[in-house]
């Protein structure tokens, strides 16, 4: 008799790892069929070159949901954070540089370098979007309502909503639709006056968007960046100890002590499907298992259009997730180093700039530009870089006297307008170090190995569609009760007993664990329980 399971997770994403130990907490017995040798999807830790264990996707964490690490007792499964500090370091062209801190009054000092009135506002700004992000934080665990509503019961759930917006005044409500809509500039426009200061802050609403910082809706990313913290520290982001895998690892660990199975290196080639409802699973070679849950950590096109029969599904429903917007314009190169870069702007190594996340893009317009470029299907002539060193924080990354840096690069377009990735993946890396070396001239000299991983590379290794580091754009008609799709942001999708559980549907992407424990608890509301 082959083995049964309440639960299959189709992935062993973070997220997907957050439902399984949900699920087992919760006493089913459930199995996760991961595609690689190893689990985490974009958070993970490989050892790329001999000696240098590089966090090869995702680099940072701030967004894990307190409750989760809480709850699922992380950290006594090896989760350790080390928050940055500096948070940022800019250097700009004519030689000066820019930090933020920790602590807020040495950044105001900073500040104060380029603008006394950008220092005098910048204790209120964080203040508003800090009592803003209180406010809707705890949509972040929420299911959204039915959308549309349908009975009196939908209307409630909405009422209740708009309850919980109480607790903010008229200025701050005022903020927040503006937060909604917004582009990042013209929310830091409203504030700011110095573009040093307005530019460091703008690449937070840029991460990760198809857009530039003067497209509406990126000054909702910004907050969304800002949604987390570090040690209960709010907004601060910071490098996981042994890399972003033993983030994934502790979730790992955390569900197989609840009796989770983790299958690596088992692909899912489609989900069964009999009488409208999930009944297992297929993988590659033709092993079929039996489970009455089936839970996608999956993005939204690969689960419906790649896994299931489109004969099973609505064509309505069909027709929009075909329209779902999933194309990134990230992309992420990693550098095994000799040595630290040693920046024009503030000569010398080891210095704080290299525990900041250091950013290469010296204004808004530099920003704008960039992003023209990818508009109309051309990676950055001159791009948006984000500088990180992990190995500052933990050494036992790379071998003794060597470092690892990330770059993350925005914009390169998943779809080109002339010529294909695999042509234009080399002359692009030359220009992203010609780029660093006008800001620190020795990057090449102390360069050992690169791994390029282009929006292609991206959806290749990590099975991402069209390389969108969050499996879905995050604009507003594609979040929340939009997520993925009109009418089945709930997790629950047109065939019974199938859920999604990854970063496609709501809250969105990021290190957060959300969607993974918003769909277990969907799951378990509905309690199908083992035939
Ligand atoms: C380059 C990059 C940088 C990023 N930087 C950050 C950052 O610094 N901080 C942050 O918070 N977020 C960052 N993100 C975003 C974040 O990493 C993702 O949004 C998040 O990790 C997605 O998690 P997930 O569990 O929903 O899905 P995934 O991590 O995509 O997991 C899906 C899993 O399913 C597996 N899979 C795919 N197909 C199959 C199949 N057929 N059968 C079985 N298994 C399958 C995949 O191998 C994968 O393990 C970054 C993402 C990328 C790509």
């Known amino acids: 008799m082959p083995e049964r399971y309440d639960a299959i997770i189709v992935g062993g994403g973070h997220n997907g790892l957050v439902t399984a130990a949900y699920l087992a907490r919760a006493g089913r017995k459930v199995l996760v069929c991961e595609r690689r040798e190893l689990v985490g999807g974009c958070a993970v830790t490989e050892e790329v070159w001999p000696g240098f264990r590089v966090s090869t996707a995702a680099y940072l964490v701030s967004l894990l949901q307190p409750r989760i690490v809480a709850e699922l007792e992380l950290e006594r499964h090896g989760y350790h954070v080390d928050a940055k500090d500096p948070a940022f370091f800019s250097a700009f062209p004519d030689g000066r540089h820019f930090f933020m801190w920790q602590d807020r009054r040495k950044t105001l000092e900073e500040m104060a370098r380029f603008s006394a009135r950008d220092a005098r506002v910048y204790a209120e700004y964080e203040e508003q979007l800090e009592r803003i992000s209180r406010v809707i934080e705890w949509l972040l665990l929420t299911t959204p309502p039915q959308f549309p509503p349908a009975g009196v019961g939908d209307f409630l759930e ?21 937060i909604f809509t917004q582009s990042a500039a013209d929310l830091l426009d409203e504030w700011f006056e110095s573009p040093e200061v307005k530019v460091t802050l703008a690449t937070d609403g840029v991460i990760g968007a198809n857009g530039g910082p003067r497209s509406p809706g990126t000054a909702y990313i910004l907050l969304h960046h800002c949604m987390g913290g570090v040690g209960g520290h709010r907004g601060l982001w910071g490098f996981a100890r042994g890399g972003m895998g033993a983030v994934s690892e502790a979730i790992a660990s955390a569900a197989r002590s609840r009796g989770v199975v983790i299958r690596t290196g088992a692909a899912v080639e489609s989900i069964l499907v009999r009488d409208g409802a999930a009944t297992g699973v297929v993988l590659a070679g033709g092993e079929e298992i039996q489970a009455r849950i089936v839970a996608s950590n999956l993005d939204p096109k690969v689960t419906f259009l790649r896994l299931l029969d ?13 329209r779902f917007r999933i194309e990134g314009t990230s992309c992420k190169i990693n550098l095994a180093l000799d040595g630290l870069p040693d920046f024009r702007a503030l000569p010398g190594a080891p210095g704080p700039q290299h525990r900041a996340t250091m950013h290469i893009c010296p204004s808004i317009d530099y920003v704008e530009q960039a992003w023209d470029d990818a508009k109309y299907g051309r990676p950055s002539e001159r791009p948006l870089l984000e500088l990180t060193i992990p190995t500052m924080y933990d050494p036992s990354l790379a071998p003794a006297g060597k470092h690892i840096m990330g770059i993350f690069l925005q914009y390169a377009p998943y779809t080109l307008r002339e010529g294909t990735w695999d042509d234009l993946r080399e002359g692009f890396t030359q220009r992203v170090l010609d780029l660093i070396e006008e800001y620190a001239p020795n990057l090449r000299a102390i360069l050992l190995e690169r791994q390029v991983l282009t929006p292609l590379d991206l959806e290749r290794q990590f099975g991402i569609t069209g390389g969108n580091i969050f499996h879905g754009e995050m604009s507003l008609d594609q979040m929340f009760v939009m997520r993925p799709v009109a009418g089945w942001a709930r997790y ?16 969105g992407g990021g290190v957060m664990g959300a969607p993974g424990y918003n769909a277990a608890r969907e799951i378990l509301k509905d309690g199908r329980r083992p035939g």
């Open 158 to 178: 909405y009422l209740k909503l708009a309850a919980r917006l109480r607790g903010l005044g008229s200025k701050d409500l005022v903020a927040l639709v503006k």
């Open 310 to 322: 489109e004969r099973e599904l609505p064509a309505e429903f069909l027709a929009a997730v075909r």
């Open 492 to 507: 629950r999708t047109p065939i019974r007993g199938l859920y999604l559980c990854g970063s496609g549907a709501h809250p």
